[in-house]
């Protein structure tokens, strides 16, 4: 049984054409979207970090059944925590909508108007591969704003949701692109 995600991106029908009949069930543009998929490494490290709360959630019952309520309840606070960091994991990223673009980190969230974004282009330069300190050569999508210094590169294509996938980061940069295009003034 497929199970569509519902992201910005359109169903493919057998012969590669877009679908482009079938409108989205939050095409509206008010609704803030993700425009492309979270990738394999993002998904990937998310579902590692529930299937080791699993096991923190099966320790706490096993503590709770010996009797040590409190070493239980700090398994289980542990287990929610982990939770919580897997379910902002798969929500990092770019969101936009009609009224501006959200960069979602996984400790801060910045969301910026339209009006204050002056350019979005792509860039060629150092990036971090999968976020950590490392850096390859890459290319990012750079948000500059009217006022101000450019936020942090929106997207890479060495990122969690586009490494080894080049094709899809030029998909997602053309689609940030075009909102930028589309809703600043």
Same mark, same amino acid.
């Given at each position: 049984m497929p199970l569509p995600f519902l992201t910005a991106d359109r169903d493919f029908k057998a012969?590669? *054409?877009?679908?482009?009949?079938?409108?989205?069930?939050?095409?509206?543009?008010?609704?803030? *979207?993700?425009?492309y998929r979270p990738g394999p490494w993002r998904v990937g490290t998310a579902a590692a970090f529930l299937l080791l709360a699993s096991f923190v959630l099966l320790s706490a019952l096993i503590i709770a059944l010996a009797g040590s309520l409190p070493g239980a309840a700090v398994c289980a606070v542990v287990a929610v925590l982990m939770i919580a960091l897997a379910l902002r994991l798969v929500r990092v990223g770019v969101w936009v909508s009609a009224r501006g673009l959200r960069q979602v980190h996984l400790l801060r969230t910045t969301t910026l108007p339209w009006s204050a974004v002056g350019a979005v282009r792509t860039a060629q330069q150092p990036v971090r591969w999968l976020g950590l300190p490392r850096t390859v050569q890459g290319q990012a999508l750079i948000v500059e704003r009217d006022r101000g210094g450019p936020l942090r590169a929106l997207v890479t294509d060495r990122n969690g949701d586009f490494l080894s996938r080049p094709e899809a980061f030029e998909r997602a940069a053309d689609v940030l692109e075009a909102w930028a295009a589309e809703y600043r003034p």
């Open positions: 012969d590669g *054409r877009a679908a482009e009949s079938i409108a989205l069930p939050h095409d509206e543009p008010d609704h803030w *979207r993700r425009p």
